[in-house]
Every structure is written in structure tokens, then in C-alpha cells.
């Protein structure tokens, strides 16, 4: 808290009278860094893009921010701060990542509703591909092994991820 209380700049009286620890801390942190990927769920879902442009607009977002180096360093963060406060893991993934592929799911939905695509078990799927874009090169960047991955890295990624995605899911485009 302290840490962070000099970076805001604020005093830790002033942070803890907005967060009432630092569980709640890392939450709204990670609420607040989920907001886009959110955001561009929704989009996808109201306007019923086609598959394909769909897919790759939330994989997309949700690559740029598993591969930021704030977002890699908030990570390490958590994962160390786990072992001290147990109820730490799941409040952190109930603020974001749940509300993720709840919204991802939803999306899936319909279009499995419409036929674009044939998805038998829309959570399973949806935490598939997500699991597709968080593999080795995550980890690699996790342990400090490279520096997140270059523009052309990311997008043969996305392609990748989303081309394998409708193949799987029986899209005909």
C-alpha cells in the first residue's frame, strides 16, 4: 500500500479511505484493466458482428492486455501476494476475468443461436480460448524469459487463436 500510495501521489490514510485493504485494492485494479475487454464484448454482442471480425476484436483486446508489461507486473504481483491472503484469488477473479468469460459465453451464445458457428458447451469453449492466448509465450513472459510479444507476435497469435476457434466450431465463412 505504501508503494502505491507514493505512486498515486496520496497519503496511505487517503488510499485506505478509498480501499479498505489491499485486496480491495487489486480488485478494482483489475476491474478497472478489464473495463476495455468488457466494453468490447458488449460492442460485439449488440451490433452481431459476423464471426470472424467478432472473435478477432475481443481477442484482440483481451491479448493486449494479458501482454502489457503493467498487466504481466500486476500479475507476478498477485500471485505472490496469494500465499499471504487466501481470499485474495478469488475476490481478484470475480472482479474481472468472471465477468470476461461470462460476457464471452453470452457472445458464443448467440452466435451458436444463429447458427454462424456450433458451439455444444459455450463456457468450455469460452475458457478455451482464452486458454489458447494465455500458453507458452504468457508464461515465458511471466517468468521473465521475453519482454511480451511485438505487434506481428500478437497479431499471429490472434489469427491463430481465432482461424483454430471457428475451424473447431464448425464456421463455413
Same mark, same amino acid.
Given at each position: 500500500?505504501?508503494? !502505491? %500510495? =507514493?505512486?498515486?501521489? /496520496?497519503?496511505?490514510? $487517503? &488510499?485506505?479511505?478509498?480501499?479498505?485493504?489491499?485486496? #480491495?485494492?487489486? +480488485?478494482?485494479? !483489475? %476491474? =478497472?484493466?478489464?473495463? /476495455?475487454?468488457?466494453? $468490447? &464484448?458488449?460492442?460485439?454482442?449488440?451490433?452481431?458482428? #459476423?464471426?470472424? +471480425?467478432?472473435?478477432?476484436?475481443?481477442?484482440?483486446?483481451?491479448?493486449?492486455?494479458?501482454?502489457?508489461?503493467?498487466?504481466?507486473?500486476?500479475?507476478?504481483?498477485?500471485?505472490?501476494?496469494?500465499?499471504?491472503?487466501?481470499?485474495?484469488?478469488?475476490?481478484?477473479?470475480?472482479?474481472?476475468?468472471?465477468?470476461?468469460?461470462?460476457?464471452?459465453?453470452?457472445?458464443?451464445?448467440?452466435?451458436?443461436?444463429?447458427?454462424?458457428?456450433?458451439?455444444?458447451?459455450?463456457?468450455?469453449?469460452?475458457?478455451?480460448?482464452?486458454?489458447?492466448?494465455?500458453?507458452?509465450?504468457?508464461?515465458?513472459?511471466?517468468?521473465?524469459?521475453?519482454?511480451?510479444?511485438?505487434?506481428?507476435?500478437?497479431?499471429?497469435?490472434?489469427?491463430?487463436?481465432?482461424?483454430?476457434?471457428?475451424?473447431?466450431?464448425?464456421?463455413?465463412?
Amino acid at each position: 500500500m505504501e508503494a !502505491i %500510495a =507514493e505512486a498515486a501521489p /496520496v497519503s496511505k490514510p $487517503t &488510499l485506505y479511505s478509498h480501499f479498505k485493504s489491499k485486496q #480491495e485494492l487489486f +480488485a478494482a485494479v !483489475i %476491474a =478497472e484493466r478489464c473495463e /476495455v475487454l468488457l466494453e $468490447t &464484448l458488449m460492442i460485439a454482442k449488440i451490433t452481431q458482428l #459476423e464471426p470472424v +471480425a467478432g472473435l478477432k476484436s475481443i481477442v484482440s483486446a483481451f491479448v493486449e492486455l494479458i501482454y502489457a508489461e503493467e498487466a504481466l507486473a500486476l500479475y507476478r504481483l498477485m500471485v505472490a501476494e496469494q500465499q499471504h491472503f487466501p481470499e485474495l484469488g478469488a475476490l481478484i477473479y470475480q472482479s474481472g476475468p468472471a465477468l470476461v468469460l461470462q460476457q464471452l459465453s453470452a457472445y458464443l451464445s448467440e452466435l451458436d443461436a444463429c447458427h454462424a458457428l456450433r458451439i455444444p458447451d459455450v463456457e468450455l469453449s469460452s475458457r478455451l480460448l482464452m486458454g489458447m492466448l494465455k500458453g507458452d509465450e504468457h508464461f515465458r513472459c511471466m517468468l521473465g524469459l521475453q519482454q511480451g510479444l511485438s505487434e506481428a507476435e500478437k497479431q499471429l497469435l490472434i489469427d491463430a487463436a481465432v482461424a483454430l476457434f471457428l475451424k473447431g466450431h464448425g464456421y463455413e465463412g
